[in-house]
Each structure stands twice: as structure tokens, then as C-alpha cells.
């Protein structure tokens, strides 16, 4: 049958998210009759949505059940769309005789249908030849409404199974409106009606379209859905993203591409097509800046200009001083600043917040609903209008109490006024310190010593203020570049240096990861000789350097540091030294540090106390991961997240978090990692250690659920981290994962390769209590490249370094690596040894490392037990597929089969027609996230001939290309979600 086209996707937009929305969507269309109301606001995807919807349903027979719902012989429907336009004088019915207008191919012989659709032919003369003659003229309006709302009627239902659209009825015409309500009450049986509507464009007071009058729609099944569009969230943006750019779409880049479009679709869009029409920088951060610097989207500068052209002069004026305020205001400030008595604010503001250019945003505070609104109003007012909104901001905040200083500053450099403004900016950085602001205190000063002609003297005072600042930053890097500058300023003073070149080193080392800070923290020792608290401070940093046999000397640094404050005592210092040394102790496995951990200050009047107690829990914390204490570490971490957001310690905070989601994932918790980080990215998106840990945990869930390329990708990034950070913690778990991820793509040679210098560098720094993650995948990979000798002095190495020392998870991962040393030699007390790693894993509570044992138990027994070997491979199986972990589940199939241990219970095979398969299905994921047919063939442990047998069944059941199975299997799923829901 031939019908008007479903509307094309946008051209390089996936269609990501909304999946519970098109499962709504696509059932009731499935089942006329039906009035569907999509509302959300301009570039929300409502038409988008639509289009998926139809297109889901032009493949779908809505009388068949879902098995059978799609295939060649599915039955077409009839769509027709038609749209509003914000026209001064709309045509009457317009959108929808435009619809029609796309009937004629459908329409029955004039002879078949009702005489009430002659009444059309005055508005479709195209379609007159096939429509009955015209009926008698109605005297009046109202009644030539009706007739024509009747032939309307009439002729809709005389279509085979039609689905009206009527897009952006906000700006429809009475006439139209009147049309669909109509419609709406009095449904033709097989009629689907959509909406849609963008709800803050209505007029005060105006229900939704189809809703006017009360009432519901009547008929046999009709019902009103009423389906509302938020903005994606930043998972959903990191998936257009990814759609786009591939590789690029970084943390940083989802980020900014978020909070620029905050979250609206067709904002996303026009940045990535804005960003993929030019050669993408070789750089994520570049790539970001250029993002951040961008022009606003032209979408959104047309939405926002059409929003503010509505406005009437007094919203204008109150949007226009919310434009100059920036940051939500109270209606007080926003009525003196617009200059308005209160009266015609509040009526000004009431308009503002109708058309949706403003929103409270907490009670009695309103901001722009959309940041790049408020960016094209201030672009819009002239720069003498800006200047008089500025003065009426400071007058008005000059009465508050206490006086915002740092807002004062703002509007008065906004003004012209820079010498009045470096006098406030230096009050601002005192206040805010005073208020437990460092941050704020941080901008102002590097916006002072941003400035040109600021005095020497001044300059030095707050190039220190800033240094002394230093440690808490989560931004460090705007902060290193302004006292790189500093530093070189032959002006200053040699001890206000030192402690300015400390600062860069602390920031560089500790925050940016890059062990090249410790170089910046030495040089700074001669240069605080007349200051031994600091210079016990950089002692204090540099102990914390293990690389390149720097670790031997760290308790050294700490005596130094200890003597120095023995004749020059300092609170501070003190405690930084008693958190550096609890922090060696962990790291050692020494079992006396968790007792010590108890005698920490937890409440202190002086901030560098309780950070360095909040620093040495979570220092403790983490490092008790790699011990194996996951209960202990909880705790600690869970007690140094309390203490960083209670003491605004940002950057410890962000670690806490890190380092608890990493402890749920070891747990069994592996769904919504992905989400809980892409949340945490947007909160700290400039810390080396987020990035690592990122790339760590993406590259192990990647790895596990058959994506073997991107997490080699996710552990080589963390390799690189690895190289330059001065703790080797991260370089040891990258090897361990890339060297895991190496053998399991059967590249013996390449994981030895990995493994040998992250065994040197644990030998050099003394790091065997962190080894947990490594000494398994050595001894594998060692065994496997004919290494026995080394592998056997390896883990005897570990074992004596161990020795007496409190570490479960190395212990576990010794008899691990025991066990395949005697396995390799047909030993049948490797059993015993993985049985005992299993045991300790379970302990220590994480199932995944204990069902990789039970897997090593099964393959041991095989030859002598095999009853027990199948028990055993079952145990790991089904922990497997708890976790979604595709990979290993395949593994084990594969090694049941080898090892003729049977199945797990599985009725058997059966037919699955249409649907697939659950190992079709696990090649369609696969697919959907852009794998290669060599990967998938690797990650599900299948020949590559399998793999294009599964691919083309695949792809003929979701009837789509290799390139659109994303799309095609979120509307398999929201079909299927719908059956499930409807049944």
C-alpha cells in the first residue's frame, strides 16, 4: 500500500535514551484508538520520538503478538502529519488539512466513503475528485465548522488503521484546536491521534491540546497518554556523544556537551555536528576548551530569541537584570536592579517565569531556565544598558549583610572600574576564606594576578595567598598556570618562591598525577631555608615519591621533617606527618595501622588538621582495597567522604566516592557504574586520579561484557597514568588488566611483555601488598611463555615478602597463583590451593574473583571428579551471569563443553523464531556498541564462521543494517517492555 513517508532521523543523531517513553508511545499507537499527547519544550525530541515510534510501528502488525510483530508480510499503516506554524494569522484546520492533503493514495472510491466528507472539498480541492459531492452550505461559521470537523471525522475513519500527527499545537489555530478536541471526545474505533506541544508556549490558564472542557475521549479502549520530555541525562549524552566521536567522547567532553545544551537533544546535536564538521583536536581537553568557547548552538539562539521576543517591557526588564546578575536572584534584587517599584516586578517576573525564560529555582530564587538563554538576553542589551544594570547590582547589594564582596567585585570590573575592582577582588579572597570559601577565594585571586598593571607588592601578597590556597584546588590547573608564571618573577622574595614553587609541585604531584612535581618540591628546599615548617612540608611531600627506588627512602624524609619540627613546632605539619605515616604503614600490610587509626583527631579548629585526617582515612581506605579488607575500607572511605564534604575538602571527597564505587563493582554491583561515574565526572572533572580510575574500571567491565577493544583502549589509558604517577598502585592494576585482557585474546607474548616491568616496579617499590590483581596474571602468563623459574621465584618473592603481614587478598591471590603452578605440572593439590583462594575471596566478599577460582577448581577436577568439576563450573556460570559478565560466562560454556562437564539445567533448545536468541542477543549488545566480528568471535569464544551466522540472523530479525542495530534493539526493547507492561 502506498503511504506518506515515516520522517527521516535527523542526519548523524543516534537516538539514545527515552526508552520507557517509546515503549509508551509505540504500545498505544499499537492499539487504536488513541489520543497521545508528547509534550516537552523546543528541541526536547518530541517529533524525534514520534518518528521512532512510527517508524517502530510501520514494521508492526498491531493485531499480532510480539514474536510475530515485524517481517515482510507485516501490515503498513496510514500516517499523516501534519504541522503548526507560528504564523500572525494561521490558517483555520491548516495542519490538519495538510495531513490529509497526503491521503489520496490511501483513500477508498468516492462511492465508499460517508457523504459528511464532501464537506472537504473546499479545503482539499487536490483530493476533490475523490471525495463525495460537497453537502448542502451551512448558513453560519460555527456550522461549516462542524461540517467540515465531521468530514474530518468521517474520512479518518474510512482510512485502514490511520495514525493522525498534529506537531506544535501551541501554536494552533481556534478553528484547529476546536478540530482535535472534537476529535479527541469522539475517536473513530481505529484512530490513533499524537500530539505534541511545547507546554510553556500555551497561553496562562490553557490546558493541554484535546484536554479543553474536561471529559475524556469515548469509544472502546480510547484513553488520553500524556507523554512529558525531559532533557537526557549525562549517561544519555555520553551515548550521543560516543555516536559521534567515537574514542573523543571523553568524561571532560560529555561534560561540557551537557552542561552547554543541558541536556536538550537538538542542542547536543548541533555541537557535535558543529564539532565533527571540523578535524577534531588530538587532545580531550582540547577538544573540550574548543567546546567551552564554542558560539552558543543557532538552535538554541533561535529558541531563545523567539522566547524573548514574547516578552512585554516589563518581563524584558526583569529578564535583562537576571541577564547581568548571572546566579540566581531573589524577587527583591531582581526588581531593584530592573529598576521597577515592586508592583511591576512581580508582574514582570510572573511573565518571565509563563514563557518559561525564567524558573524558581529554590524558593524565592530565579535564574534562566536555560544558561544560553541568559547568554543571547545579555548579548542582546546595549553596552551603556549593561553598565546602568551593573550599578543598580552593586547599590542594591551594597545593602546586604554581610556584603557579598566577591559579587560586588564582579559588577564593579563589569563596570570599567579596575582599580576599584582590584581593592574588592583582595577583600573578596579575605571574605571568602573567612566563610570557608577556598575556592571562591582561589578565583578572585587568579583574577587579580591576572591583571596586567596590578602592583609588585600586591602581586606577591596574592600570588602566596594563593599558593597557601593551593592544596585543597580542584581546578588545579588554572592555578599551576598563573603560578608558573609567578614563580619566574625575579621581583619576589626567596622564601614567598619556595613556598610558590612547593605549591606547583604539590599541585602537580599529588593532584595532576604527574610524579615530574617532586623535581619542583625539591628545588623548593633551599629556597625555604629561612622557613623550616614549610621546608618540613615539602619533606613531608617528597616522602610520599616510590618510583625509581625513591620509596627506600621515605621514612628517611620523614625524620627529617620530624627534626625540623622538634625546634619549630607546627600543628599542621605535624599532622601531616602522622597521616603520611599511617599512610606507609598501610601500605606495607603492617597490622598495627588500623588501631593507630583510632587516635586521629576528628575534630580540630584548625582546617589542615582535619584535612590530613580526612587524607590519611582515605589513604587507609584505599589502599585497604588492595589489601583485601573491603569492610574496613568501607568504613574508612565512607568516614572520609563525611569529613571532605563536611570540611569542603573537593578533591578528597571525589577520592572517597571513586574508591567506594570501585569497592560496590568488586562486590557483585556492576550495574550503573557507568552512570555513578559519568555523575562524579560532572561534579570533578579535572583530577588525573579520576581519569585513571575511570579507564581502570570502564576497561574491566568492557573487558568482562565482551567489548575487547575499547577496554584495551581503557587499560592502556591507564597505563599512561600509570607512567606518571609517583605511586604505583595504578601502573600495577593497568598490567594486571591489560595483561589479563591479553590473555584472553590468546597473546601469551604480549602479556608477559606487560607483566615483567610491573613486577619489577612492585620489586623496586617494595609495593607486593598491592599485588593482588597482578600476581595471578604474572603467574599465568609467565607459565604460558615457558617462564616457570621466574613465575615460581615471583610468587616465592611475594610469599616471603608477606609474610606476617595483614593482606587477604594477596594471600588469596598467592594460592591462586600456587595453584596454577601446580596445575601446570598435573598436580592434583592445585585443587586444594584454588579451593583456599576461593574461600578467601568469598570472605573478603567479592564473587567475582571467587567464581575465576571456581572455574580453576572445575578445569583441575575434570580429569578425576568430574561430577564435581560440573558443580563447580555451574557456581562460576551463574555468578557470571549475575554480573552480566559476557566474556567469562562464554568462557565457561566453552570449557564445559571441551571438558564434557554438561550443561547447567537449561530445558534445552528450542525455537525462538522472530526473537532472538539469548546468544543472538548477546551478539546484537555486542554489535550495538560498534564490536567487530573478530572481537565478538573472541569475547563469546566462537570461530568467526558462528559469528557471521549470528550477525545475519541478528540483523534480518531487527530488520536493520549493522549500523543501526542500537537503534533497532532499544525498539525491540520498547516493544517488548510495552507487551510485558499491557499483559
Known amino acids: 500500500m502506498n503511504r506518506p513517508p515515516v520522517p527521516d532521523a535527523p542526519e548523524g543523531r543516534a537516538f539514545v535514551g527515552r526508552v520507557r517513553e517509546l515503549a509508551r508511545l509505540t504500545e498505544a499507537l499499537a492499539r487504536p484508538p488513541a489520543v497521545l499527547l508528547v509534550e516537552g519544550e523546543a528541541g526536547a525530541g518530541k517529533s524525534r520520538l514520534v518518528a521512532e515510534a512510527l517508524r517502530a510501528l510501520t514494521a ?83 456550522s461549516a465548522r462542524r461540517l467540515l470537523a465531521q468530514g474530518v471525522r468521517a474520512l479518518l475513519a474510512a482510512l485502514d488503521d490511520p495514525v493522525l500527527v498534529v506537531e506544535d499545537v501551541q501554536w494552533a489555530d481556534d478553528a484547529t484546536l476546536d478540530l482535535l478536541l472534537r476529535l479527541a471526545r469522539d475517536l473513530p474505533p481505529r484512530l490513533a491521534l499524537v500530539v505534541t506541544y511545547r507546554p510553556e508556549d500555551l497561553p496562562p490558564g490553557t490546558p493541554p491540546p484535546t484536554a479543553a472542557h474536561g471529559g475524556a475521549p469515548t469509544g472502546p479502549g480510547a484513553g488520553v497518554d500524556r507523554v512529558r520530555l525531559g532533557p537526557l541525562d549525562l549517561t544519555e549524552v555520553a551515548e550521543l556523544a560516543r555516536a559521534a566521536l567515537g574514542p573523543a567522547a571523553t568524561t571532560e567532553v560529555t561534560r561540557v556537551l551537557h552542561e ?40 538554541m539562539v533561535d529558541a531563545a530569541a523567539w522566547r524573548l521576543a514574547r516578552l512585554g517591557v516589563d518581563g524584558a526588564a526583569v529578564v535583562a537584570a537576571a541577564a547581568v546578575l548571572a546566579v540566581p536572584a531573589d524577587e527583591d534584587l531582581l526588581t531593584a536592579v530592573a529598576g521597577l517599584d515592586a508592583a511591576t516586578g512581580a508582574r514582570g517576573l510572573a511573565e518571565a517565569l509563563h514563557t518559561a525564560v525564567l524558573e524558581e529555582t529554590s524558593p524565592d530564587r530565579y535564574a534562566f531556565r536555560h544558561r544560553a538563554v541568559g547568554r543571547v538576553a545579555l548579548q542582546r542589551i546595549p553596552g551603556p544598558g549593561r553598565r546602568v544594570l551593573h550599578r543598580r547590582a552593586v547599590a542594591a547589594l551594597e545593602t546586604h549583610e554581610p556584603r557579598p564582596l566577591a559579587r560586588i567585585a564582579e559588577h564593579t570590573l563589569a563596570m570599567g572600574d579596575r582599580a576599584a575592582w582590584q581593592d574588592l577582588a583582595q577583600a573578596a579572597a579575605d571574605q571568602a576564606v573567612a566563610l570557608g570559601d577556598p575556592g571562591g577565594a582561589r578565583r578572585m585571586l587568579r583574577g587579580l594576578l591576572d591583571e596586567p598593571d596590578l602592583d609588585p607588592p600586591r602581586r606577591g601578597r596574592a600570588a602566596l595567598a594563593l599558593a597557601r590556597l593551593a592544596a585543597d584546588d580542584v581546578d588545579p590547573a588554572a592555578s599551576v598556570q598563573v603560578l608558573s608564571g609567578m614563580v619566574a618573577d625575579p621581583r619576589l622574595p626567596v622564601a614567598d618562591r619556595g613556598e610558590i614553587r612547593l605549591a606547583l609541585g604539590f599541585l602537580t604531584a599529588v593532584h595532576s598525577g604527574n610524579r615530574a612535581g617532586f623535581g619542583r618540591i625539591r628545588e623548593s628546599l633551599d629556597e625555604l631555608e629561612e622557613r623550616p615548617v614549610r621546608a618540613a612540608r615539602a619533606m613531608v611531600a617528597i616522602s610520599m615519591d616510590e618510583r625509581d627506588g625513591a620509596g627506600r627512602h621515605a621514612w628517611e624524609w620523614l625524620a627529617r621533617a620530624d627534626r625540623l619540627l622538634a625546634d619549630h613546632p607546627d600543628e599542621d605539619v605535624a599532622a601531616a606527618v602522622r597521616a603520611t605515616s599511617l599512610t606507609f604503614q598501610a601500605r606495607a600490610g603492617d597490622p598495627a595501622v588500623w588501631g593507630r587509626l583510632d587516635d586521629l583527631p576528628r575534630a580540630s579548629e584548625s582546617p589542615e588538621v582535619m584535612r590530613q585526617t580526612t587524607r590519611a582515612l582515605y589513604n587507609t581506605g584505599e589502599i585497604a582495597i588492595e589489601l583485601g579488607y573491603d569492610t574496613r575500607a568501607a568504613d574508612l572511605l565512607t568516614e572520609s567522604r563525611r569529613l571532605a564534604r563536611l570540611t569542603a575538602i573537593p578533591y578528597l571527597e571525589c577520592y572517597s566516592r571513586l574508591a567506594l564505587i570501585r569497592l560496590d563493582m568488586l562486590a557483585g554491583r556492576w550495574d550503573g557504574v557507568e552512570e555513578r561515574f559519568a555523575a562524579l565526572g560532572a561534579e570533578f572533572d579535572d583530577l588525573a586520579m579520576a581519569g585513571a580510575e575511570r579507564s581502570l574500571l570502564f576497561g ?70 598491592r599485588t593482588a590483581e597482578l600476581l595471578p596474571v604474572a603467574v599465568e602468563a609467565l607459565l604460558a611463555t615457558g617462564g616457570r623459574a621466574e613465575a615460581e621465584a615471583v610468587t616465592g618473592e611475594a610469599a616471603e615478602a608477606m609474610a606476617d603481614r595483614g593482606a587477604p587478598a594477596v594471600s588469596a591471590a598467592l594460592d591462586q597463583a600456587r595453584g596454577l603452578l601446580l596445575a601446570a605440572n598435573g598436580e592434583a593439590c592445585a585443587v586444594d590451593a584454588f579451593t583456599r583462594a576461593r574461600d578467601r575471596w568469598q570472605d573478603i566478599g567479592r564473587p567475582y574473583e571467587a567464581a575465576r577460582a571456581d572455574e580453576r577448581i572445575a578445569t583441575a577436577l575434570a580429569a578425576v571428579d568430574r561430577a564435581r568439576a560440573a558443580e563447580r563450573m555451574a557456581a562460576a556460570e551463574r555468578v557470571y551471569l549475575g554480573l552480566g559478565a559476557t566474556t567469562d560466562t562464554a568462557r565457561c560454556r566453552k570449557l564445559r563443553r571441551d571438558l564434557d562437564l554438561g550443561g547447567i539445567g537449561s530445558p534445552g533448545r528450542r525455537g525462538y523464531g522472530k526473537q532472538l536468541s539469548p546468544r543472538e542477543r548477546q551478539v546484537a549488545e555486542l554489535l550495538a556498541q560498534g564490536t567487530a566480528n573478530q572481537d565478538i568471535a573472541q569475547a563469546l569464544f566462537l570461530s568467526p564462521r558462528t559469528v557471521e551466522h549470528h550477525v545475519a540472523n541478528v540483523l534480518h530479525k531487527l530488520g536493520t543494517s549493522r549500523a543501526g542495530t542500537a537503534q533497532a534493539l532499544a525498539r525491540a526493547d520498547a516493544e517488548d517492555a510495552a507487551d510485558g507492561g499491557s499483559g
Open 60 to 142: 508492526a502488525d498491531p493485531g499480532a503478538t510480539a514474536p510475530d510483530r515485524t517481517g515482510p508480510g507485516a501490515k503498513e499503516r496510514a500516517v499523516l502529519v501534519g504541522r503548526c506554524h507560528p504564523l500572525r494569522e494561521p490558517e483555520p484546520f491548516g495542519p490538519v488539512v495538510d495531513a490529509l492533503r497526503d491521503a489520496a493514495a490511501l483513500l477508498p472510491p468516492p462511492d465508499a466513503l460517508p457523504p459528511s466528507t464532501g464537506a472537504l472539498r473546499r479545503v482539499l480541492p487536490d483530493l476533490a475528485d475523490r471525495l463525495p459531492a460537497a453537502p448542502p452550505e451551512g448558513g453560519e461559521l460555527l
Open 700 to 769: 574491566r567491565l568492557a573487558a568482562g561484557r565482551g567489548r575487547l577493544a575499547p577496554a584495551r583502549e581503557e587499560f592502556e589509558i591507564a597505563a599512561r597514568y600509570g607512567q606518571r604517577e609517583s605511586q604505583v598502585t595504578v601502573a600495577l592494576r593497568a598490567a594486571a588488566g591489560l595483561g589479563g585482557l591479553q590473555l584472553l585474546e590468546g597473546d601469551t607474548a604480549g602479556a608477559a611483555a606487560t607483566v615483567g616491568p610491573a613486577l619489577a616496579t612492585a620489586r623496586q617499590a617494595g609495593a607486593w601488598a
Open 260 to 299: 552547554r545544551g543541558q541536556g536538550l537533544p537538538l542542542a547536543v546535536a548541533e555541537d557535535l555536528r558543529a564539532l565533527t564538521d571540523r578535524p577534531l583536536p588530538r587532545r580531550a581537553a582540547d577538544l573540550a576548551a574548543v567546546l567551552t568557547d564554542a558560539e552558543v548552538p543557532r538552535g
